[in-house]
């Protein structure tokens, strides 16, 4: 009898599909900070332990890259051997500019909503979209971190992206109303996604 504690292998492909199409809720804690509600994102998790990642990225970008994975590495090593706390790590790299130029084309690949873009140059395509360089760096290196390292705590801590739901008002018996068709309300500084709303 197979064992109930595991997902069956439709369920985890569509869990690895979910993750790549509606992506995960990254908040963004560091940009976020003074504002009345925190910025939650969308992203995917790209993996850097698939060199094909980091294959797709152009020539120059691959070097900087390996170079920032290096540095991340040292650091690790140092913060095991001294018994830091993992969150510290963070701390470590936030003024390691290599790490920021690592760090960058991971952003623009991993946002789903915003849409990131490498550069001001780049906005003449896409006038909707944010540079890269608009996100605190704390931010920046956590993504980094995540597609570096799937136990490292920011990664622990994602959630699969659900659409937010409208909540339905309780119908009355002796009213039953069809479902209005599915609306996106748009409001000032980003999307709401709402499911159909059913009738008062």
């Known amino acids: 009898m197979p064992d109930s504690t595991f997902p069956s292998r439709a369920a985890l492909l569509k869990h690895k599909r979910d993750q790549q199409e509606l992506g995960l809720e990254f908040p963004l804690a560091a940009t976020s900070i003074g504002m009345e509600r925190q910025i939650v994102a969308r992203i995917r998790r790209l993996s850097l332990v698939d060199r094909s990642t980091i294959k797709d990225l152009p020539e120059p970008v691959q070097a900087v890259v390996w170079e920032g994975l290096k540095d ?15 969150q510290s790590l963070l701390e470590g790299l936030k003024n390691n500019e290599r790490m920021l130029l690592a760090a960058d084309p991971f952003c623009v690949a991993a946002f789903i909503e915003p849409q990131i873009v490498a550069t001001e140059a780049d906005l003449a395509d896409n006038p909707d979209a944010w540079v890269v360089t608009d996100l605190a760096p704390e931010d920046r290196l956590s993504i980094f971190l995540i597609c570096a390292d799937a136990e490292s705590e920011q990664a622990k801590r994602l959630k699969l992206f659900r659409p937010r739901r409208v909540i339905d008002v309780p119908h009355r ?19 709401v996604y709402a499911e159909p709303v059913s009738g008062l």
């Open 72 to 86: 991340l590495q040292k650091e690790q090593k140092r913060l095991q051997e001294e018994g830091g706390d993992p």
């Open 173 to 191: 018996e002796a009213e039953p109303v069809a479902p209005a068709p599915i609306r996106a309300v748009e409001p000032a500084g980003g999307r």
